[in-house]
Structure formats: structure tokens, C-alpha cells
């Protein structure tokens, strides 16, 4: 099943290039926390698998086209994100990077996206106004934790995950010795993850270990990888994380970029697609106002 949210914060099954909308079938005092629905459905799926699967229960089918999606969980309480965990980007970044060489998502651990940095396949990526530093694109496979799960050793962890999405981790460089932000501030801009086009449940998607994940910048293939080419798996990831603090239903792992990370810059388009999951195409502009100190 594939899960959207969309225009005001509702919910919807995507099928057929159609959104179904399911939102009056979640409980009323969620229109009180509408960016929390997510959060909600998946804490309670077992019992509402039953209800989102059952045609008498749908909504209104709008076509894919019509809806503006956005992150198909808005609001996770954690969006965590693997740094070095493809062995081939290891080193591609040179002195711009905060890693230490040599060392992977094993040795580094994870570091932290803020959630409100998250977007929508039908949302741009907004660099800020007037900028000269450079700003990446990072193709990357994300997972959608299904239950609360703390200290799940790595032959368990499958079973917590809900689901998977495609996500750019959008992300400032450093410049060694001139500029050298924090990588959760530089990685944290408005719209620097985008994420979608939707939540497929972990069902319906045979292998996550084994599935293509390519990204282009207008119409050139810059990130072409599987994640079986992954150091740290899915597993691993859910056993380090959860080794740390508890995980909660929604929350978001961010599996790590294979090379081939460059440059975007206002005007281009990039697509991201995931084999089994889909693919979102995001333009990237520049923000309408000027941030009161310069980046
Ligand atoms: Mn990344």
C-alpha cells in the first residue's frame, strides 16, 4: 500500500495514479493535530490496515496530478540519517566533508535532520536567496519506523519498520577554514529534505536491500547505486539507532548517499527514483526572501 499525505494535511492510499482520500476514516481529533495524522495511523496499523485496505471505506479519488504532496510523514519526532555508508562516496567530497576519513556509518554513528526541514515531492528545494556556497544533492533510501523500538538487536529489526520513501538529503558545505556550520544546521534549511512521493509499506516491498537508487540534475544520471552496496543495512542502522534512544512510530532513517553527490543550483530539476518505491522530481529555486545574515 502507498500512503501520501497531501494539500491541507490530508491523508490518502495512492493507486492507479489516483489518491484516495482517507482522512474522515481516521478519528476526528486529529483535525485538531492534523500534521500528527501520520504519526497516529502508523502507531495504530494494526488495526487500521484492515480499514485502509477495505474499498467501502475509501474517499474521494482525486488524480496523482491534481494534489500537491508533501512528506508523506510531516511531522516525525526524529529524522536520523546515516553519514558514509556507501563505500564508493567515501572520500568523493574531499576537505568539504565533516567525516573522518577512513570511517563509516559504523565507526560515526548517526547524526540528525531537523523534521521541519522535510517537503514534499510536490514542493521545491529552496536554497537560500543570493547564496555562493555550494549545495548537494544526496540520493537516499528512506525507512518509516513502524513501532516504538529501543534496543532491537539487528535480527529483530525488520520488523519495525513500517515502510520506505525516496529522500534528498539537500545539504551546505563546509569551506574549510572560511565557513564550517554545524552539519545538522547545514543539512536542516527549509525544504532540504524532500521525501515521498510516498510511504510504501514494508509489504509490498520484497528485498529493500536490493533495489536501484539513481538520481539525476536535469536530464544527467549523476547517483546510480543498490543499496545492497549499503555498509551498515537496514537492520544495522535500527540496532545502532535504537542502541542510543527509542525510536517511535514515524520516525525516519535517513540510509545514507552513494557517490556521486554534487552541485544543484536554482533552475535545475532533480529526480530521485528508488526501484519498488517510486520517483519525485523536485525544482530547485531560490528562497523569495533574503535570510538576515548571509549563507
Ligand atoms: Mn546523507
Known amino acids: 500500500?502507498?500512503?501520501a499525505s497531501f494539500d491541507d494535511l490530508r491523508v490518502g492510499i495512492v493507486e492507479d495514479r489516483q489518491v484516495f482520500d482517507m482522512t474522515a476514516a481516521l478519528p476526528a481529533f486529529l483535525d485538531a493535530l492534523p500534521r500528527q495524522r501520520v504519526n497516529w495511523l502508523i502507531a495504530h496499523w494494526d488495526e487500521m490496515a484492515a480499514v485502509f485496505a477495505d474499498p467501502a471505506r475509501r474517499g474521494a479519488a482525486r488524480p496523482l496530478q491534481?494534489?500537491?504532496?508533501?512528506?508523506?510523514?510531516?511531522?516525525?519526532?526524529?529524522?536520523?540519517?546515516a553519514p558514509a555508508n556507501y563505500r564508493k562516496h567515501i572520500g568523493e567530497l574531499g576537505a568539504r566533508?565533516?567525516?573522518?576519513?577512513?570511517?563509516?556509518?559504523?565507526?560515526?554513528?548517526?547524526f540528525l535532520k531537523a523534521p521541519g526541514s522535510l517537503s514534499g515531492a510536490g514542493e521545491p528545494i529552496l536554497l537560500p536567496r543570493g547564496s555562493s556556497r555550494r549545495f548537494?544533492?544526496?540520493?537516499?533510501?528512506?525507512?518509516?519506523?513502524?513501532?516504538?523500538?529501543?534496543?532491537?538487536?539487528?535480527?529483530?529489526?525488520m520488523s519495525y519498520v513500517f515502510g520506505y520513501a525516496c529522500l534528498i538529503d539537500a545539504t551546505m558545505r563546509?569551506?574549510?577554514?572560511?565557513?564550517?556550520?554545524?552539519?545538522?544546521?547545514?543539512?536542516?534549511?527549509?525544504?532540504?529534505?524532500?521525501?515521498?512521493?510516498?510511504?510504501?509499506?514494508?509489504?509490498?516491498?520484497?528485498?529493500?536491500?536490493?533495489?536501484?537508487?539513481?538520481?539525476?540534475?536535469?536530464?544527467?544520471?549523476?547517483?546510480?547505486?543498490d543499496t545492497s552496496e549499503m555498509i551498515v543495512g537496514i537492520a544495522e542502522l535500527i540496532e545502532l539507532v535504537s542502541s542510543v534512544l527509542p525510536l517511535q512510530p514515524g520516525d525516519v532513517i535517513a540510509s545514507g548517499t552513494p557517490d556521486g553527490v554534487?552541485?544543484?543550483?536554482?533552475?535545475?530539476?532533480?529526480?530521485?527514483?528508488?526501484?519498488?518505491?517510486?520517483s519525485m522530481t523536485l525544482e530547485v529555486r531560490e528562497c523569495e526572501r533574503q535570510a538576515p545574515r548571509p549563507y
Do not use: C
Open 1 to 3: 500500500m502507498k500512503i
Open 66 to 81: 491534481e494534489v500537491r504532496l508533501l512528506a508523506p510523514n510531516p511531522a516525525p519526532q526524529h529524522v536520523f540519517a
Open 97 to 110: 566533508t565533516v567525516t573522518k576519513a577512513g570511517r563509516s556509518a559504523r565507526e560515526q554513528g548517526f
Open 136 to 157: 548537494d544533492h544526496e540520493s537516499e533510501l528512506a525507512v518509516v519506523i513502524g513501532r516504538a523500538a529501543r534496543n532491537v538487536p539487528r535480527e529483530e529489526a
Open 174 to 225: 563546509i569551506e574549510p577554514g572560511v565557513a564550517e556550520e554545524e552539519r545538522s544546521m547545514r543539512k536542516s534549511f527549509e525544504t532540504f529534505t524532500p521525501m515521498g512521493p510516498y510511504i510504501v509499506t514494508a509489504d509490498a516491498v520484497a528485498d529493500p536491500g536490493a533495489l536501484a537508487n539513481r538520481l539525476w540534475v536535469n536530464d544527467e544520471l549523476r547517483q546510480q547505486a
Open 262 to 278: 554534487g552541485p544543484i543550483a536554482p533552475g535545475d530539476r532533480v529526480r530521485i527514483e528508488i526501484e519498488s518505491i517510486g
